[in-house]
């Protein structure tokens, strides 16, 4: 990497870190760009040569976060499926008490907005996707539908949880609720296969 090119990593890193700090103290709505610009030490205008908005920084700062929980998820081969998807989601409600819900929910509406065309849900997908085909070796979760499909529907419905909890005030308890949902799915999803997919 070339000292350009370490700088500018060096301030879009910086933009995030004040910005993520920024939003989890006072809100998507109440935090300004000018706020993140200065907090990270650079003018307005240059926030802007490094994310198009508000809503693109807060949702840059999912897929490093994805990305590590993937590798560890993938070092744990002795996880149920179950376990896996509890880490992933108790991992993905640490996040929401880290920023603001408003970031949460941003997120969910850019998920069903842009679909697999946004980086994060790309991530969250493969991540899933990944952990049902490891489910489905080891018979943990039926093997007629492929682990893409299975990977669909426990994704939608954590979104519909994280949609539920954010219009319902963001209460505590989110996990509790997420996981009871997904193992009603599990449960269902163990193999018994009846009738059409």
């Known amino acids: 990497m070339s000292l350009r090119q370490a700088q500018r990593e060096a301030v879009r890193q910086a933009l995030l870190r ?15 760009v000018d706020q993140i610009a200065s907090a990270a030490g650079v003018a307005k205008g240059t926030f802007y040569n490094y994310f198009a908005s508000k ?12 990305e590590a929980l993937h590798r560890e998820l993938a070092g744990a081969g002795d996880l149920t499926l179950r376990d896996a998807l509890h880490r992933l989601f108790t ?7 880290q ?4 970031v949460i929910w941003l ?5 069903l907005r842009r679909g697999a065309g946004e980086r994060a849900s790309q991530l969250l997908h493969r ?12 018979r943990e ?5 492929p682990p893409e499909e299975l990977a669909l529907d426990i994704e939608g419905i954590a979104l519909a949880r994280l949609a539920a909890w954010y219009h319902s005030g963001a209460p505590p308890g989110l996990l509790p609720r997420l996981m ?14 009846t009738g059409s997919p």
């Open 18 to 32: 004040e910005g993520m700090r920024l939003l989890a103290a006072q809100g998507f709505a109440a935090t300004t």
């Open 55 to 66: 809503e693109d920084l807060a949702l840059a700062a999912l897929p490093p976060r994805l």
């Open 127 to 138: 991540l899933v996707t990944d952990l049902c085909a490891r489910g489905q070796a080891r």
């Open 180 to 193: 009871a949902s997904v193992d009603t799915y599990l449960t269902g999803a163990q193999g018994k296969e």
């Open 107 to 111: 997120w969910c509406i850019e998920n």
């Open 99 to 102: 920023i603001h819900p408003d």
């Open 141 to 145: 979760i039926r093997a007629d539908r």
């Open 91 to 97: 991992r993905l409600v640490e996040w929401t008490q």
